[in-house]
T-cell receptor, first 114, second 112 residues
Framework: AQSVAQPEDQVNVAEGNPLTVKCTYS??????LFWYVQYPNRGLQFLLK????DNLVKGSYGFEAEFNKSQTSFHLKKPSALVSDSALYFC????????????WGAGTKLIIKP | GAGVSQSPSNKVTEKGKDVELRCDPI?????LYWYRQRLGQGLEFLIY????????KSGLPSDRFSAERTGESVSTLTIQRTQQEDSAVYLC??????????FGPGTRLTVT
Protein backbone atom coordinates (compact mmCIF):
# COMPACT_ATOMS: atom_id res chain seq x y z
CA ALA A 1 0.00 0.00 0.00
CA GLN A 2 1.15 3.51 -0.75
CA SER A 3 2.09 5.53 2.31
CA VAL A 4 3.91 8.54 3.69
CA ALA A 5 5.82 8.42 6.94
CA GLN A 6 6.88 11.24 9.20
CA PRO A 7 8.84 9.26 11.77
CA GLU A 8 9.03 11.99 14.40
CA ASP A 9 5.90 13.17 16.19
CA GLN A 10 7.85 16.14 17.54
CA VAL A 11 11.13 17.87 16.79
CA ASN A 12 12.74 20.29 19.22
CA VAL A 13 15.34 22.75 17.99
CA ALA A 14 17.03 25.75 19.56
CA GLU A 15 16.53 29.06 17.83
CA GLY A 16 19.32 29.76 15.33
CA ASN A 17 20.15 26.08 14.84
CA PRO A 18 19.44 24.20 11.62
CA LEU A 19 16.29 22.11 11.54
CA THR A 20 15.23 19.00 9.67
CA VAL A 21 11.78 17.45 9.54
CA LYS A 22 11.85 14.01 7.99
CA CYS A 23 9.53 12.48 5.42
CA THR A 24 9.79 9.18 3.57
CA TYR A 25 7.32 7.68 1.18
CA SER A 26 6.36 4.39 -0.39
CA UNK A 27 4.83 5.19 -3.76
CA UNK A 28 5.42 3.65 -7.15
CA UNK A 29 6.43 5.78 -10.11
CA UNK A 30 7.42 9.42 -9.95
CA UNK A 31 5.26 11.20 -7.41
CA UNK A 32 4.84 14.89 -6.76
CA LEU A 33 5.94 15.82 -3.24
CA PHE A 34 4.67 18.60 -0.99
CA TRP A 35 5.20 20.20 2.39
CA TYR A 36 2.49 22.11 4.22
CA VAL A 37 2.59 24.05 7.49
CA GLN A 38 -0.18 24.64 9.98
CA TYR A 39 0.31 27.42 12.49
CA PRO A 40 -1.74 27.28 15.71
CA ASN A 41 -5.46 27.83 15.10
CA ARG A 42 -4.93 28.41 11.40
CA GLY A 43 -5.50 26.47 8.20
CA LEU A 44 -2.85 24.65 6.24
CA GLN A 45 -0.49 26.65 4.08
CA PHE A 46 1.49 25.33 1.15
CA LEU A 47 5.27 25.58 1.71
CA LEU A 48 6.96 23.97 -1.26
CA LYS A 49 6.75 21.19 -3.83
CA UNK A 50 8.91 18.93 -5.92
CA UNK A 51 7.67 18.04 -9.37
CA UNK A 52 10.80 17.40 -11.40
CA UNK A 53 14.29 18.80 -11.94
CA ASP A 54 16.68 20.01 -9.24
CA ASN A 55 16.48 17.81 -6.17
CA LEU A 56 16.73 20.81 -3.84
CA VAL A 57 13.62 22.93 -3.88
CA LYS A 58 13.15 26.21 -2.08
CA GLY A 59 9.92 27.42 -0.60
CA SER A 60 8.33 29.99 1.63
CA TYR A 61 9.79 31.38 4.85
CA GLY A 62 13.33 30.22 4.04
CA PHE A 63 12.46 26.53 3.99
CA GLU A 64 13.88 24.06 1.51
CA ALA A 65 13.52 20.36 0.91
CA GLU A 66 15.72 17.76 -0.69
CA PHE A 67 14.30 15.02 -2.85
CA ASN A 68 16.25 11.78 -2.65
CA LYS A 69 14.90 9.20 -5.06
CA SER A 70 17.09 6.32 -3.90
CA GLN A 71 16.05 6.81 -0.29
CA THR A 72 12.48 7.83 -1.21
CA SER A 73 12.77 10.79 1.11
CA PHE A 74 11.79 14.43 1.01
CA HIS A 75 13.15 16.02 4.18
CA LEU A 76 12.29 19.60 5.05
CA LYS A 77 15.17 21.82 6.14
CA LYS A 78 15.99 25.32 7.24
CA PRO A 79 19.50 26.60 7.98
CA SER A 80 18.55 28.75 10.96
CA ALA A 81 15.36 28.17 12.91
CA LEU A 82 13.11 30.93 14.22
CA VAL A 83 10.72 30.72 17.15
CA SER A 84 7.98 31.67 14.69
CA ASP A 85 8.66 28.44 12.77
CA SER A 86 6.99 26.52 15.58
CA ALA A 87 4.04 24.79 13.96
CA LEU A 88 2.70 21.48 12.69
CA TYR A 89 4.29 20.30 9.44
CA PHE A 90 2.75 17.84 7.01
CA CYS A 91 4.39 15.99 4.16
CA UNK A 92 2.14 14.86 1.29
CA UNK A 93 2.65 12.84 -1.87
CA UNK A 94 0.69 12.74 -5.10
CA UNK A 95 1.19 9.38 -6.84
CA UNK A 96 1.23 9.34 -10.64
CA UNK A 97 -2.21 7.74 -10.91
CA UNK A 98 -3.72 9.56 -7.98
CA UNK A 99 -6.35 11.57 -9.84
CA UNK A 100 -5.11 14.58 -7.90
CA UNK A 101 -5.46 13.02 -4.45
CA UNK A 102 -2.70 13.34 -1.89
CA UNK A 103 -1.40 10.81 0.57
CA TRP A 104 -0.69 12.64 3.82
CA GLY A 105 1.83 12.05 6.56
CA ALA A 106 0.63 12.20 10.15
CA GLY A 107 2.39 15.47 10.82
CA THR A 108 5.40 16.57 12.88
CA LYS A 109 5.16 19.18 15.58
CA LEU A 110 8.15 21.50 15.38
CA ILE A 111 9.06 23.40 18.52
CA ILE A 112 11.70 26.10 18.35
CA LYS A 113 12.98 27.19 21.72
CA PRO A 114 14.49 30.64 22.29
CA GLY B 1 -7.54 36.32 -6.33
CA ALA B 2 -9.76 35.02 -3.59
CA GLY B 3 -8.75 31.91 -1.75
CA VAL B 4 -10.86 29.04 -0.52
CA SER B 5 -13.57 30.21 1.83
CA GLN B 6 -15.59 28.20 4.30
CA SER B 7 -18.64 28.97 6.36
CA PRO B 8 -19.48 29.08 9.13
CA SER B 9 -16.11 29.50 10.83
CA ASN B 10 -17.52 28.04 14.02
CA LYS B 11 -20.57 25.92 14.64
CA VAL B 12 -21.88 24.70 17.96
CA THR B 13 -24.72 22.25 17.75
CA GLU B 14 -26.59 19.87 20.00
CA LYS B 15 -26.15 16.15 19.68
CA GLY B 16 -28.65 14.74 17.21
CA LYS B 17 -29.02 17.88 15.12
CA ASP B 18 -28.02 18.10 11.46
CA VAL B 19 -25.35 20.55 10.30
CA GLU B 20 -24.35 21.84 6.89
CA LEU B 21 -20.89 23.18 6.14
CA ARG B 22 -20.10 25.19 3.05
CA CYS B 23 -16.99 25.52 0.92
CA ASP B 24 -16.30 27.96 -1.91
CA PRO B 25 -13.24 26.79 -3.86
CA ILE B 26 -10.87 28.90 -5.88
CA UNK B 27 -12.41 29.73 -9.23
CA UNK B 28 -11.21 27.37 -11.95
CA UNK B 29 -10.07 24.62 -9.60
CA UNK B 30 -11.58 21.40 -10.78
CA UNK B 31 -10.78 19.33 -7.70
CA LEU B 32 -12.32 19.84 -4.26
CA TYR B 33 -11.55 17.93 -1.09
CA TRP B 34 -13.02 17.68 2.39
CA TYR B 35 -10.90 16.64 5.34
CA ARG B 36 -11.49 16.29 9.06
CA GLN B 37 -8.88 17.24 11.61
CA ARG B 38 -9.28 16.41 15.25
CA LEU B 39 -7.40 18.51 17.79
CA GLY B 40 -3.66 18.10 17.36
CA GLN B 41 -4.09 15.33 14.83
CA GLY B 42 -3.42 14.84 11.16
CA LEU B 43 -5.77 15.13 8.24
CA GLU B 44 -8.48 12.55 7.72
CA PHE B 45 -9.67 12.41 4.12
CA LEU B 46 -13.45 12.47 3.77
CA ILE B 47 -14.47 13.00 0.15
CA TYR B 48 -13.08 14.23 -3.16
CA UNK B 49 -14.77 15.79 -6.19
CA UNK B 50 -13.11 16.03 -9.59
CA UNK B 51 -14.98 17.80 -12.33
CA UNK B 52 -18.07 15.91 -13.40
CA UNK B 53 -16.75 12.53 -12.28
CA UNK B 54 -18.41 10.55 -9.53
CA UNK B 55 -17.02 11.69 -6.18
CA UNK B 56 -14.65 9.51 -4.19
CA LYS B 57 -16.57 8.94 -0.97
CA SER B 58 -14.22 6.35 0.44
CA GLY B 59 -13.27 8.45 3.46
CA LEU B 60 -16.73 9.22 4.78
CA PRO B 61 -16.88 7.66 8.27
CA SER B 62 -20.56 6.77 8.25
CA ASP B 63 -23.75 7.19 6.28
CA ARG B 64 -24.55 10.21 8.42
CA PHE B 65 -22.01 12.10 6.33
CA SER B 66 -22.74 13.27 2.80
CA ALA B 67 -21.49 15.95 0.46
CA GLU B 68 -22.54 17.60 -2.74
CA ARG B 69 -20.87 19.86 -5.24
CA THR B 70 -22.53 21.96 -7.89
CA GLY B 71 -20.43 21.72 -11.03
CA GLU B 72 -17.01 23.12 -10.23
CA SER B 73 -18.21 25.54 -7.59
CA VAL B 74 -19.67 25.43 -4.13
CA SER B 75 -19.69 22.27 -2.06
CA THR B 76 -21.66 21.44 1.07
CA LEU B 77 -20.82 18.79 3.64
CA THR B 78 -23.80 17.60 5.64
CA ILE B 79 -23.63 15.70 8.88
CA GLN B 80 -26.90 14.23 10.06
CA ARG B 81 -27.74 13.34 13.63
CA THR B 82 -24.46 14.73 14.91
CA GLN B 83 -22.54 12.90 17.60
CA GLN B 84 -19.93 14.21 20.00
CA GLU B 85 -17.21 12.35 18.14
CA ASP B 86 -17.99 14.51 15.11
CA SER B 87 -16.46 17.48 16.92
CA ALA B 88 -13.44 18.56 14.86
CA VAL B 89 -12.26 21.12 12.36
CA TYR B 90 -13.55 20.41 8.87
CA LEU B 91 -11.19 21.60 6.18
CA CYS B 92 -11.93 22.15 2.53
CA UNK B 93 -9.28 22.39 -0.17
CA UNK B 94 -9.23 22.87 -3.91
CA UNK B 95 -6.60 22.24 -6.54
CA UNK B 96 -5.83 22.46 -10.22
CA UNK B 97 -4.34 19.31 -11.71
CA UNK B 98 -1.89 17.41 -9.51
CA UNK B 99 -0.43 20.51 -7.99
CA UNK B 100 -0.75 21.93 -4.53
CA UNK B 101 -4.02 21.98 -2.68
CA UNK B 102 -5.18 25.30 -1.30
CA PHE B 103 -6.97 25.12 2.00
CA GLY B 104 -9.73 27.15 3.50
CA PRO B 105 -9.63 28.32 7.13
CA GLY B 106 -11.85 25.48 8.24
CA THR B 107 -15.07 25.16 10.18
CA ARG B 108 -14.72 24.27 13.83
CA LEU B 109 -17.64 22.04 14.76
CA THR B 110 -18.50 21.46 18.39
CA VAL B 111 -21.24 18.98 19.26
CA THR B 112 -22.55 19.37 22.80
Amino acid sequence: AQSVAQPEDQVNVAEGNPLTVKCTYSVSGNPYLFWYVQYPNRGLQFLLKYITGDNLVKGSYGFEAEFNKSQTSFHLKKPSALVSDSALYFCAVSPPQSNYQLIWGAGTKLIIKP
Amino acid sequence: GAGVSQSPSNKVTEKGKDVELRCDPISGHTALYWYRQRLGQGLEFLIYFQGNSAPDKSGLPSDRFSAERTGESVSTLTIQRTQQEDSAVYLCASSQDRYEQYFGPGTRLTVT
